[in-house]
């Protein structure tokens, strides 16, 4: 008898279990989408607070699945990049390596334009955060080497002309044209694309 009682009371406790777990991943689910439509609105700084209100969970149910801000701006981090990096590992295309890269540019854009509110969030709470500071430097660091992977020896040799292109296809560089300087996208894919074909044209004359 009390072996029936047992696993009744076992088989009862599973689904309560698994019910609170699903509501918990919604929950965090809710928390995280909050974060990534408020920066995309264009709340560079969103409060927790903010976002519980968003997500219409309270203050400390944020802080209950995000240990802190830091937490939910790593999630924000790993959604964007997650959606971008396999556009950005694909192979550019082009029969030289000049068409290559004038096909990662215009694919940058589109990348950069996407995730530029996200990027800009972060970079400024980076200075108050080592975990963003790091992913910054290696987000830097991902730029660089996935273009000169596309870049022939000698111009890689080429240690300030190398550096040149990176600069040119840069987020960046994106950012001040797009952002600081309110060129439209069009107008800034152009002075990237005046940048790009100058400096290879220099590369073609070396």
Not at 13 to 37: F, K, T, V
Not at 172 to 182: A, E, I, P, S, V
């Amino acid at each position: 008898m009390a072996a029936t009682k047992i696993s009744a009371t076992s088989a009862t406790a599973a689904p309560l279990s698994d019910g609170r777990r699903e509501r918990s991943r919604s929950s965090r689910s809710r928390i995280a989408s909050a974060m990534l439509e408020l920066v995309a609105k264009g709340e560079v700084a969103p409060s927790a607070a903010q976002v519980a209100e968003v997500a219409g969970v309270g203050l400390r149910s944020v802080f209950r699945h995000f240990k802190d801000m830091d937490a939910l701006y790593r999630e924000m981090s790993e959604e964007i990049e997650a959606r971008v990096l396999p556009i950005l590992l694909r192979p550019p295309q082009g029969a030289t390596w000049q068409q290559r890269l004038t096909d990662l540019a215009e694919r940058r854009a589109r990348i950069f334009e996407a995730i530029m509110p996200f990027r800009i969030s972060a970079n400024i709470r980076r200075f108050e955060s080592p975990y963003l500071m790091q992913d910054y430097r290696r987000l830097l660091r991902l730029e660089a080497e996935t273009l000169e992977a596309h870049l022939p020896e000698h111009v890689r040799a080429d240690t300030m002309g190398a550096r040149g292109l990176n600069v040119i296809l840069s987020f960046n560089t994106w950012r001040l044209l797009r952002h600081d300087q309110g060129l439209t996208v069009d107008e800034a894919k152009a002075v990237v694309r005046r940048m790009l074909d100058d400096a290879l044209a220099q590369q073609s004359g070396a």
